[in-house]
């Protein structure tokens, strides 16, 4: 993949996240080995006797059982995590098979891809509003929280993934008429996007409109990651949030304070994923239509991550179905 002789089915070459988690994988691998005290050992099945197969096929799923157990109960992850390294594995016997012309047999398609969908955690339409337009807030903040804000702001207006906000230049924005936009390429999926801009985001532009790089002052994920929470801590958002996670299926209750069994609250939970989420999910709830929504989010016609948020904003219908009873009440009033 380094090299580009392995590319995605597109054509295109194999981003360096992906690299990285195969050589996690590996890693985990080599470390299992040690713990196991076992050797891997692919065999060539069309050399193997009948005998031979069933001694290979239970060698592969006993150590699927024993691998997945080392990843969930020595390396304490969970479901999502476990199934995408399963889900590296299998892509991995699969190119021995049709790339190296080795017969690995059919047994790796049982290495089960475990899966969970984790709830979406979204700003609501109130919160953002607090964001964008009070001012006392903002300016109780210092000013390096008060520019973090405004890229936080801007990212949950623009749906843009966070790795395409912080590389924003001014070359990405488009002033038509009286109208302005972003007009951007994901960085991961290829897709393009123009946006229109309201007028607190071309405000926020404005303020920056001195620097020549990016249009945001470049920041570390990490320290994005902190000064949010940070932000959301001191605008009082620290309700408790219970947090699970799957093994297995089995839900897991994950304390942020192991000791004390202490919840999360909202403001621990806020991330940089929260920008892309709180944006899709407020143009759904406001009634922007799905086809528009994935214009702009770069989604495609069928993607069912996109679905997580029509479901999800679909759970806030409280608000149309009181209209609804309101007009039941009123008929022969």
Same mark, same amino acid.
């Given at each position: 993949?380094?090299?580009?002789? *392995? !590319?995605?089915?597109?054509?295109f ?5 992906? $690299? %990285? ?13 040690v ?5 891997? @050992? ?15 096929? /239970? ?14 109960? =020595? @390396?304490? =992850?969970?479901?999502?995590? +476990? ?15 049709d790339?190296?012309? +080795? /017969? ?10 475990? =899966? ?25 903040? @210092? ?7 405004? !890229?936080?702001?801007f ?10 906000l912080i ?7 488009? +002033? ?5 936009? +972003?007009y ?18 071309? /405000? ?6 001195? *620097? ?8 570390s ?19 408790? $949030? ?22 999360? *609250?909202? @403001? %621990? ?18 009634g ?32 149309? !179905? ?12």
């Open positions: 993949m380094k090299k580009g002789h *392995r !590319l995605q089915k597109n054509g070459v194999i981003r360096q996240s992906t $690299i %990285d988690s195969y050589e996690t994988l590996f890693k985990h691998l080599l470390n299992y080995q713990i196991s005290q076992t050797t891997l @050992c692919i065999k060539d099945w069309e050399r193997l006797t009948m005998r031979d197969k069933t001694t290979e096929t /239970n060698y592969w799923k006993k150590f699927y059982l024993n691998f997945t157990d080392y990843l969930f109960n =020595h @390396c304490n =992850h969970f479901d999502n995590y +476990v199934g995408a390294n399963m889900k590296l594995l299998r892509a991995f016997f699969a190119w021995l098979q790339n190296m012309i +080795v /017969n690995v047999g059919p047994y790796y398609t049982r290495f089960y891809k475990t =899966h969970e969908d984790i709830p979406v955690m979204v700003l609501s339409p109130e919160r953002l509003h607090f964001l964008i337009y009070d001012k006392d807030f903002e300016s109780s903040l @210092c000013k390096r929280l008060q520019k973090l804000k405004d !890229l936080f702001v990212g949950c207006t623009t749906a843009l993934r966070y790795s395409d590389n924003l230049k001014p070359t990405n924005i488009e +002033v038509i008429g009286n109208n302005t936009y +972003v951007v390429r994901s960085q991961k999926t290829q897709t393009y996007s123009r946006i229109y801009l309201p007028t607190y985001a071309i /405000n926020i532009l404005w303020k920056y409109r001195r *620097r020549k790089t990016t249009l945001f002052p470049p920041i994920g990490v320290n994005f990651n902190l000064a949010i929470k940070k932000i959301a801590l001191l605008a009082g958002w620290t309700e408790e $949030i219970q947090k699970t996670r799957n093994k297995r299926g089995q839900p897991q209750t994950i304390f942020k304070e192991l000791e004390h069994q202490t919840n999360y *609250r909202f @403001c %621990d939970l806020v991330s940089s994923h929260t920008m892309r989420r709180t944006a899709i999910t407020t143009m759904l709830r406001m922007l239509n799905e086809t528009n929504v994935r214009l702009i989010s770069g989604h495609t016609a069928h993607s069912p991550s996109f679905y997580r948020y029509v479901y999800y904003s679909d759970s806030f219908m409280e608000e149309q !179905l009181d209209k609804v009873y309101a007009k039941l009440r009123a008929i022969g009033q």
